[in-house]
C-alpha cells in the first residue's frame, strides 16, 4: 500500500525551529518528486516547497525562502522539511504529497497525500 | 490572495450538475498542466484530475476536467451529498517557478 506518514509537528515558540518528517512506503521514493503543503485553521492550500526525485532541483514559496530547507534521504525512503524562524503565521497542517512525476516541473498532480502533522507556533 | 481565482462556494441539489471554474495566466494555467483535488472534512486532499482532464483510476467518471486557455473547470455530475467538499485547482507557474492553488470552493449539496 502506497503509504506517507509525516511527523515532527508540535508547539515551538516565534523565532523556533521545527523538523518535519514524511516516511513514505509502497513506491520507489527516489522515482518522485515530492512536495510539502501546509493549510493554516480555516484556510485553503497553500504549497510550501518541492524536490526533484534526485533531490537535485528544489523550489520554494516565497513566504518560505530562506527560512526552510527542503530535503529527501533516498536510502531512508523519508522528506524533511527544515522549519527556521518560524513565525505565527506558519501555523498550519503541513501535509507531504507525492507528485506523480519525477522532475518537479512540468508538475502532474500530486496523487499520494500524508494525513498531516500539526506546527503551531506561539508564545 | 491565490495567483488562481476560484468561486468561493457552489451549491445543486442531488443529482445535478455543477461546474467550478478555475482562472489564471499564461504564466500558470496557459502553459502548464492543471490537476483538482477534493478535500472532505477534516481530511487530507485527494487528486480528482490531473493533466487537465484525466482521471486517477478509482475516481468516477462523473468528475471531469477541461482546460482552455488561461482557465480550467471541473465537472461533477449526478451530485452526491458525499461530494460535499472543498475543491481545489492547482497548477505549476512558470513566473514563480512555484506551484499555485487556487482558493478553493465549497460545494454544498442541497
Known amino acids: 500500500e502506497v503509504q506517507l506518514l509525516e511527523s515532527g509537528g508540535g508547539l515551538v515558540q516565534p523565532g523556533g525551529s521545527l523538523r518535519l518528517s514524511c516516511a513514505a512506503s509502497?513506491?520507489?521514493?527516489?522515482?518522485?518528486?515530492m512536495s510539502w503543503v501546509r493549510q493554516a485553521p480555516g484556510k485553503g492550500l497553500e504549497w510550501v516547497s518541492a524536490?526533484?526525485?534526485?533531490?537535485?532541483?528544489?523550489y520554494y514559496a516565497d513566504s518560505v525562502k530562506g527560512r526552510f530547507t527542503i530535503s529527501r534521504d533516498n536510502s531512508k525512503n523519508t522528506l524533511y522539511l527544515q522549519m527556521n524562524s518560524l513565525r505565527a503565521e506558519d501555523t498550519a497542517v503541513y501535509y507531504c504529497?507525492?507528485?506523480?512525476?519525477?522532475?518537479?516541473?512540468?508538475?502532474?498532480?500530486?496523487?499520494?497525500w500524508g494525513q498531516g502533522t500539526t506546527v503551531t507556533v506561539s508564545s | 490572495q491565490s495567483v488562481l481565482t476560484q468561486p468561493p462556494s457552489v451549491s445543486a441539489a442531488p443529482g445535478q450538475k455543477v461546474t467550478i471554474s478555475c482562472s489564471g495566466s499564461?504564466?500558470?494555467?496557459?502553459?502548464?498542466?492543471v490537476s483538482w483535488y477534493q478535500q472532505l472534512p477534516g481530511t487530507a486532499p485527494k487528486l480528482l484530475i490531473y493533466?487537465?482532464?484525466k482521471r486517477p483510476s478509482g475516481i468516477p467518471d462523473r468528475f471531469s476536467g477541461s482546460k482552455s486557455g488561461t482557465s480550467a473547470t471541473l465537472g461533477i455530475t449526478g451530485l452526491q451529498t458525499g461530494d460535499e467538499a472543498d475543491y481545489y485547482c492547482?497548477?505549476?507557474?512558470?513566473?514563480?517557478?512555484?506551484?499555485?492553488f487556487g482558493g478553493g470552493t465549497k460545494l454544498t449539496v442541497l
Open positions: 504529497a507525492k507528485d506523480r512525476g519525477t522532475p518537479v516541473t512540468p508538475s502532474s498532480g500530486m496523487d499520494v
Open positions: 509502497g513506491f520507489t521514493f527516489s522515482s518522485y518528486a
Open positions: 524536490i526533484s526525485g534526485s533531490g537535485g532541483s528544489t
Open positions: 499564461s504564466s500558470n494555467i496557459g502553459n502548464n498542466y
Open positions: 493533466d487537465n482532464n
Open positions: 492547482g497548477t505549476w507557474d512558470s513566473s514563480l517557478s512555484a506551484k499555485v
